[in-house]
């Protein structure tokens, strides 16, 4: 089992940056395959961003594509969401989530993921 803790949202304004971290304990961070998610206000939870155990494969939406960096830092325990350009369409709790590490490729749906974190708010002003 592993425990997730977020940080680094906040309020900016448009075309700006922020980055988000998550730090991982428990269970070994290796053993998991990374992912971030958001939540707008009445919608769905949409994959954003993810990254394999390894951080050989990543993989973004089409909307934060060329805008989002996904990261790890094994020997931190730590996933990382650099967001740059930001647009107040981006506006959202962000989730950090991890699953089993045995995907090949990066899961896009919330049913790849085990462990959830908190969330922290991210809110983009125009």
Do not use: H
């Amino acid at each position: 089992q592993v425990q997730l803790v977020e940080s680094g949202g906040g309020l900016v304004q448009a075309g700006g940056s922020l980055r988000l971290s998550c730090v991982a304990s428990g269970r070994s961070f290796t053993s998991y395959a990374m992912g971030w998610f958001r939540q707008a206000p009445g919608k769905e939870r949409e994959f954003v961003a993810g990254i394999r155990w390894d951080g050989v494969s990543t993989d973004y939406t089409d909307s934060v594509k060329g805008r989002f960096t996904i990261s790890r830092d094994n020997a931190k325990s730590t996933v990382y969401l650099q967001m740059n350009s930001l647009k107040p369409e981006d506006t959202a709790v962000y989730y950090c989530a991890a699953g089993p590490r045995y995907y090949t490729t990066v899961r896009k749906t919330s049913s790849g993921y085990d462990y959830w974190g908190q969330g922290t708010q991210v809110t983009v002003s125009s």
